[in-house]
């Protein structure tokens, strides 16, 4: 049993006693835990207990901690506040590099804005600045808690065995603890909102203006921090946006708003998928090629917003840095401000706006932002999410959220909300190609600084210990400001010139996405009820899963935890029949690893080409021949498995004329994968011998020998893909391989069941993964929920 209550205001104290008895010893009996957290604009407490006879009990124990004599007296003790505030004093982590890096951030502010102020509490603004200065913190507190802790704005979560009856029983004790401050309240709450409503009519809605929140500069600066651990070394540039929230309220969320609900995230995993993108003339590319960045995860750009608040917003990219992408960060930044620069291409020289994006691209962003936070995206009906979901999208009849809405992202075919994200996407690249508001902060380690002494633009930096050097006063970060205005005019953009005209590593905008639809169709209402078998030509069988199923078993391929609701989603099974792996010899089963493995390497381009689309692929040999897995959404699944299966059939035409080749990570790789077989000493010894001394020319050989061997096959569908739909794509298929096998005159060893071929597949590329996708952090909680 769990329970979650979720507020929309920030927490005062995270715990409080109950009847003289903590109420986290009291739990600690029975094996339970607790914990709170603080989201933007909201406050969750939770607890777990994992013996439910013990349940009704510690709902009580948790609505005592929000009754209002309850929490005054903790309070006014101050035992428990001196306590409170060393934990949260303990919290605050000046070693994390993400913390320094933020109150580096603040010390550049302009002291007028509010971000110079914006802090976590410590010591010393909880206990030691409010006593010199007379303020009363017990008396702050309590005046807080009667102003946000109240009914109206608090949801409780409870998840239990128990029936619905039952429980609406044990969460009594809560709703009278909170109806107390509400019936206070309630008056002055329909003052306020009277006495708001007829100033909004009067005046209309009105924005939040700041002073500036950086001093303005005609170029930029390289901020260079020393790190005291000996992870790589990071770059990250932030930008201060100035997004109105101030005109949006809870009317504009759901099904009868008109209103666009166009928040910095939003405008953000955007921006993530412009820089974040695979492929051709993308900055993934440009970056690789050079090594500057990090492989894998770390060295994507990962965006994420420290502040973000109605009319001030910072957004920070992040990227993992090699020795030389620290040796070159100058060339590195401009790299990144070049790519933005480059989407300026898309625009119409008509427009007023110089990075205004088409509207097919940014429909394709909605698209892939829909696909990976809300479709594809595991959310488990957990408390914490619900009530923190429930804050955030709604409550009514139906369930969290407003039905059949989704107001993370706008519709593609709302054309005000496009238009608007259009716009807010055009204003924010500007602002990020302006060197005078790009704070550029370098996380160095101190091998790095140390073995530095100069790059291709770079200058040499100076000694630690010199005064150059200088202290952020509450995390005590060492960092040294670097002055590269020169740099950029003088050295860096003839440098990216060079790489672009004369290597053609060129920086380009974005592209639409083939395999992306700009609008997803939704899930079919209708299909087949039962399990259809289908013969397709001579040897072909394809056995069709019904269309509504939802549970797993033998007949069903082991896919990714998404909601149990109907979605696009599908899968297909290729399984060609062929007795040549079974009856390998140590050579040729080494060399056909090593044409599957090469093949991997071959076709990146097309498998990153489908995971903004929610596509992947599986290949694996097995007993009854090779096996070719395809996950994605029904919409662009058949035309994804059909260049993928050409693909693989000319894939030995390739390795042949040198267009495709193994390369010594391949060969590592499948060494690796090899030592790990299941196989007797010798024979394992043997496997790895061959694939040591196998070739491009050997692999090639080897693959050509198999698809000739090829003699039927087998295909299996499920989900979203009706029958029909089916049949044509695997008589599409199995054309693509009849060009290539051969008559073979000994029928191939079949499976006896299906489930033989269904064994688990693992997935490629892994950044098809939601949780991968560049910037689905931003616009959704891969484990909140919202019902449909």
């Keep these: 049993s769990s329970s979650s209550s979720s507020s929309s205001s920030p927490p005062s104290s995270r715990r409080r006693r109950f009847d003289d008895i903590d109420f986290e010893d009291w739990l600690s009996e029975y094996d339970g835990s607790s914990n709170g957290f603080t989201a933007a604009g909201k406050v969750c407490f939770h607890f777990s207990l994992p013996q439910p006879e013990a349940f009704p009990e510690a709902l009580v124990r948790f609505a005592g901690l929000f009754d209002q004599e309850t929490f005054e007296a903790t309070c006014r003790d101050e035992t428990i506040l001196r306590r409170e505030i060393r934990r949260i004093d303990s919290e605050l982590d000046i070693n994390n590099d993400n913390t320094r890096a933020f109150y580096l951030l603040k010390s550049f502010a302009n002291p007028d804005h509010p971000f110079s102020r914006l802090g976590a509490g410590n010591l010393n603004s909880l206990e030691t600045v409010p006593k010199s ?106 930008w201060p946006l100035e997004r109105q929230y101030s005109d949006i309220n809870a009317n504009d969320i759901g099904a009868s708003s008109t209103k666009p609900l166009i928040v910095a995230p939003l405008v953000g995993f955007v921006v993530s998928q412009i820089l974040g993108r695979q492929g051709p003339e993308s900055l993934n590319a440009f970056l690789l090629r050079r090594q500057w960045v990090q492989p894998g995860f770390k060295g994507k750009p990962r965006i994420t917003f420290p502040c973000d608040v109605s009319g001030f917003q910072v957004m920070r990219l992040e990227l993992g840095l090699t020795a030389d992408g620290f040796a070159n960060r100058s060339a590195l930044v401009a790299a990144i401000l070049e790519c933005i620069e480059a989407t300026a291409k898309l625009s119409l020289p008509s427009s007023d706006q110089p990075f205004l994006l088409p509207r097919e691209l940014i429909a394709q962003y909605i698209s892939a932002a829909r696909l990976h936070g809300y479709t594809l995206a595991p959310r488990p009906p957990d408390a914490v999410e619900l009530a923190v979901d429930s804050q955030t999208f709604g409550l009514d009849g139906q369930g969290v959220g407003v039905l059949g809405t989704w107001p993370l992202f706008p519709n593609p075919n709302d054309g005000a909300a496009v238009e608007e994200l259009r716009k807010a996407v055009a204003t924010t690249l500007s602002t990020m190609t302006d060197p005078g508001r790009t704070i550029a902060t370098l996380i160095a380690r101190e091998s790095s600084i140390k073995s530095f002494v100069g790059g291709l633009v770079d200058p040499s930096l100076p000694a630690l210990d010199s005064p150059l050097w200088k202290r952020e006063p509450l995390t005590n970060a060492q960092y040294y400001v670097e002055n590269v205005a020169g740099l950029d005019r003088l050295l860096v953009s003839p440098m990216l010139w060079a790489l672009g005209k004369v290597e053609g590593d060129e920086l380009g905008p974005p592209v639409l996405n083939p395999l992306l639809p700009a609008r997803l169709r939704p899930p079919r ?11 397709i030509g001579n040897r072909w069988r394809l056995y069709q899963a019904p269309l509504l199923e939802r549970k797993g078993g033998e007949t069903s391929l082991p896919l990714p935890l998404i909601p149990p609701e109907r979605s696009s989603r599908c899968s297909l099974v290729i399984q060609l029949l062929s007795n040549r792996p079974r009856e390998a010899t140590v050579r040729q089963a080494a060399r056909s690893q090593l044409w599957l493995a090469s093949f991997d390497d071959d076709i990146v381009d097309l498998a990153e080409l489908g995971a903004p689309a929610g596509l992947a692929y599986d290949l694996s040999f097995n007993s009854y021949g090779l096996r070719i897995c395809f996950r994605g959404i029904s919409q662009s699944l058949p035309s994804y498995a059909r260049r993928f299966c050409r693909r693989l059939v000319q894939h030995h035409a390739r390795l042949v004329d040198g267009s495709a080749i193994i390369a010594s990570t391949t060969k590592r790789l499948a060494i690796s994968q090899a030592n790990r077989l299941q196989e007797p000493p010798l024979r394992k010894r043997q496997i790895i011998g061959n694939l040591r001394t196998g070739t491009a020319l050997d692999a090639a050989a080897e693959g050509l020998a198999f698809l000739n061997s090829c003699d039927g096959g087998l295909a299996f569908a499920q989900g979203d893909l009706l029958n029909g739909e089916a049949v044509e794509l695997c008589k599409e298929i199995k054309s693509i391989f009849s060009r290539v096998a051969t008559e073979n005159y000994r029928s191939p060893v079949q499976p006896s069941r299906l489930g033989e071929v269904l064994y688990k597949p693992y997935w490629k590329p892994k950044t098809s993964s939601p949780l991968l996708i560049p910037g689905v952090a931003l616009i959704s909680d891969a484990c909140g929920r919202v019902q449909r």
Excluded: C, W
């Design 525 to 535: 209402t209708k299909g087949e009820s039962q399990s259809v078998t289908s013969v």
């Design 133 to 238: 200065e007379g303020l009363d913190i017990s008396k702050r507190l309590a005046e807080f808690f009667d102003e946000h802790y109240i009914a109206s704005e608090a949801v409780l979560v409870v998840i239990s065995p128990d029936n619905v009856r039952t429980l609406e029983r044990l969460v009594a004790p809560f709703s009278d603890e909170f109806s107390k401050q509400k019936l206070v309240l309630e008056q002055k709450l329909m003052d306020d909102v009277s006495s708001a409503s007829n100033e909004s009519s009067k005046e209309g809605a009105t924005s939040i203006s700041f002073p500036p929140p950086f001093r303005r500069l005609d170029y930029r600066q390289n901020i260079l921090v020393k790190r005291d651990d000996d992870d790589s070394d990071t770059l990250s540039l932030a």
